[in-house]
């Protein structure tokens, strides 16, 4: 059974979502959800679709609240846009 714990501060609500289907560094399969948000930065999640694991990762670019432009390249690389 899954437990909850405390990771940071609760995000209340996101915008501009999106989700892709990609592998990992090590070639694991995960999901990548791209998320913006009013009172901070954008931050990224890769989750994995096996454990329901997840890794945030906040963006580091001032007020790059709004990831407007997302893609999915072939090689399996995310590009992220932001306002």
């Known amino acids: ?3 909850i714990k405390t990771i940071g501060t609760p995000v209340r609500s996101v915008n501009w979502v999106r989700l892709f289907p990609t592998q990992d560094a090590d070639g694991s399969d995960c999901l ?3 998320m913006g948000q009013q009172a901070d ?3 990224v999640l890769k989750i994995n ?3 329901g694991g997840l890794k945030q ?3 580091e670019v001032e007020e790059s609240h709004y990831p ?3 893609t999915l390249s072939r090689d399996g690389r995310i590009y992220i846009g932001a306002a």
């Open 32 to 34: 990548v959800a791209p």
């Open 57 to 59: 990762f906040k963006a």
């Open 49 to 51: 679709p096996h454990t």
């Open 68 to 70: 407007t432009a997302a």
């Open 41 to 43: 930065n954008l931050f």
């Open 1 to 3: 059974m899954m437990k």
